[in-house]
């Protein structure tokens, strides 16, 4: 069997099953989700020795020890797994819901309703956690799913994507709805992403690397961000114990993710009384610093470097913050329009005016006021659980949660009405 054939069986087999995800009521997707909690805990022993070979293997090969870590399964991981397959089964199910309708004056009557998308195909690195996860978020959605993580975790994969096809079967539904891509061929999923008939939307989730290939590739739509580049104004009338302990958050808290911060902006008139302390405790944490020449004039006695160009427009994913001084709130938006990814921006201000400002004019899909940026995440908006975060204006923006594996449709009734 060529790779072809092998992708098109693949979305093949997926798209005839999603008529039935799509005609499933919650309860029997919650059913489905409840044994797929249930096939992971009583699975353990096969997943956890399916892991052990993928460790084996990836300790010989010398993969990175935080990817040894991405990598490994335990049985607390499982059991956190699991849970977090029964808090999406808790989830209000969008498929269905009615967003709103009218009557018009000839009495035809509109309404526009979600229901899922189709096919959604995940492609990821090598954390097999997302394989339950994805598979969760998607089938409860009503979506039929095809999962490809990285060739590190294949057999851990295919391990857990038995027990979702299990799952699905015990709940009377198509084992084909959710389906782990079974060999580790790269050129599958090119030839995957060449199947727009087939497949509705493809959600890329790793590094911008995996991003950009899946993108440049895929004929479907593809749910991205490219770039977390994500900045902090502290403006003139910010309270600055609370600024100082938001950027220390957003920098340090975990600084490999796509929502910390990278570029901290203050605001001229409080720059003297805000950065040498501030500076002083981001160099107490760890973290490198890299100033234009107006904060350097601040940063006397602490170790910083120049920062150039190159570092407006940069994500770290490390401990490194580039820092600069601007002159107002009009220098501080354009900064942030000008190099930021359109992902996560925050305004830290008492002045209601300054904020609302801020949040009107930055164009991010999350713009915060107040607020640590890493806060920008599906859990913590209450969507439950995200299937990644988006930075492209159409169909879903932000953190993306059981709503944004949907899309609407318009039903419509009347009693013979015609067009005149």
């Known amino acids: 069997m060529t790779i072809h054939t092998k992708a098109l069986e693949l979305a093949a087999a997926a798209a005839e099953a999603a008529p039935a995800m799509a005609r499933a009521g919650e309860a029997k997707k919650n059913a489905a989700l ?40 335990d049985k607390p991981r499982l ?30 009557r509109l309404r526009r309703v979600r229901v899922p998308l189709g096919v959604v195909f995940v492609v990821f690195e090598s954390r097999p956690n997302v394989t339950a996860d994805a598979a969760a978020l998607c089938l409860k959605a009503g979506n039929a ?38 060999v580790t061929d790269r050129e599958l999923v090119p030839a995957l992403l060449a199947l727009d008939k087939q497949i509705d939307l493809v959600v890329p989730r790793g590094g911008k690397s995996l991003i950009q290939a899946v993108t440049a590739a895929s004929r479907v739509p593809v749910l991205k961000h490219l770039d977390g580049i994500c900045h902090i104004f502290v403006d003139a009338a910010a309270d600055l114990g609370q600024a100082e302990a938001i950027v220390l958050n957003a920098k340090t808290n975990r600084p490999s993710t796509c929502n910390a911060v990278e570029t901290l902006l203050v605001h001229q008139s409080v720059a003297a009384r805000f950065l040498p302390g501030c500076l002083k405790a981001l160099r107490a944490a760890g973290v490198e610093l890299r ?13 910083t470097k120049v920062a150039t160009e190159a570092d407006w427009s ?4 490390d401990l490194t913050l580039a820092v600069a001084v601007v002159p107002d709130l009009d220098h501080a938006i354009r900064h942030v329009n000008l190099y930021g990814s359109k992902h996560t921006d925050a305004i830290v201000t008492r ?52 709503e944004g594996l949907t899309t609407y449709k318009w039903l419509v009734d009347g009693e013979g009405q015609l067009r005149l």
């Not at 294949?154 to 015990?170: R, T």
Request: aromatic share 4%; proline share 4%; hydrophobic share 45%.
């Open 351 to 402: 002045d209601v005016l300054a904020a609302a400002r801020f949040q009107s004019e930055v164009d991010s899909s999350s713009v915060m006021v107040n607020v640590s940026t890493r806060l920008s995440d599906g859990f913590e908006y209450g969507l439950g659980a995200e299937i990644g975060i988006s930075t492209d204006k159409l169909h879903a923006r932000g953190p993306v949660g059981l």
């Open 34 to 73: 409840d044994r797929l909690a249930h096939h992971i805990e009583s699975g353990a022993k096969a997943i956890l020795a399916a892991n052990a070979r993928d460790m084996k293997a990836a300790r010989t090969d010398g993969l990175a020890p935080a990817m040894l870590d991405r990598l490994r399964l």
């Open 79 to 108: 059991r956190a797994i699991a849970d977090g397959v029964r808090q999406v089964a808790a989830l209000p199910d969008p498929a269905g819901r009615v967003i709103d309708g009218w009557t018009r004056p000839n009495g035809m």
């Open 314 to 317: 940069a994500e770290y994913n």
């Open 291 to 303: 100033v234009d020449a107006r904060a350097k004039a601040f940063a006397k006695g602490i170790a």
């Open 145 to 182: 799913c095809i999962l490809r993580g990285g060739k590190e975790a294949i057999h851990s994969n295919l391990a857990i994507g038995k027990a979702v096809a299990d799952a699905l079967a015990d709940a009377g539904l198509p084992r084909e709805a959710g389906q782990v891509v079974p």
